[in-house]
């Protein structure tokens, strides 16, 4: 890694954003900072070859990474702490109501909702970061929605009444 400079500026700027999505995709503030240190790790080991759009490179490496961690995760794992996860709710309750949801539903279908609502991919791009077909993002995401509706019926102006 020649440009070791461009590499901690890119650390720099975007590591916030990047946590913030892991943290969205596992659920757990440590399990967040795993992820995102695993990201970096395999950009800096790249950095030459994906200098030129290394965002795109460093999500998707999470992406996949929590992927692999839940397949492989065999037991249930419960989080001692909390961690104020940036919601697009002012209101604190429903804030806490839309983290209570999400930590009830499948590690999958979080994943699926956090690439599709936060950040904010459609549905091919999804399905192409997660190496699923289209209509299984559709699936999940209609379930997902479905779910969290179930849970936290106050959400239902955050979820969507048809979706």
Do not use: C
């Not at 397949?71 to 429903?94: C, H, I, N, Q, W």
């Not at 091919?124 to 970061?129: E, F, I, N």
């Not at 299984?136 to 102006?157: C, G, I, N, W």
Request: proline share 4%; charged share 25%.
């Amino acid at each position: 890694m020649t440009d070791r400079s461009g590499f901690d500026q890119f650390v720099h700027a975007r590591g916030p954003a990047l946590a913030r999505t892991a943290y969205l995709l596992t659920g757990d503030h440590h399990l967040a900072e795993d992820l995102v240190q695993a990201a970096l790790v395999k950009a800096a080991q790249h950095w030459e070859r994906i200098d030129t759009s290394p965002e795109a490179y460093v999500r998707r490496t999470m992406y996949h990474q929590n992927i692999s961690w839940w397949r492989r995760r065999k037991l249930t794992e419960t989080s001692l702490g909390s961690y104020d996860a940036p919601v697009a709710a002012a209101d604190p309750t429903l804030r806490l109501s839309l983290e209570q949801a999400l930590r009830r539903l499948t590690p999958r279908q979080r994943t699926v909702l956090v690439l599709r609502f936060f950040e904010d991919l459609t549905e091919v791009q999804t399905a192409a970061a997660l190496g699923i077909s289209s209509g299984a993002v559709k699936s999940m995401s209609r379930q997902a929605l479905k779910r969290l509706r179930d849970l936290a019926p106050e959400l239902a102006d955050l979820v969507g009444a048809d979706a």
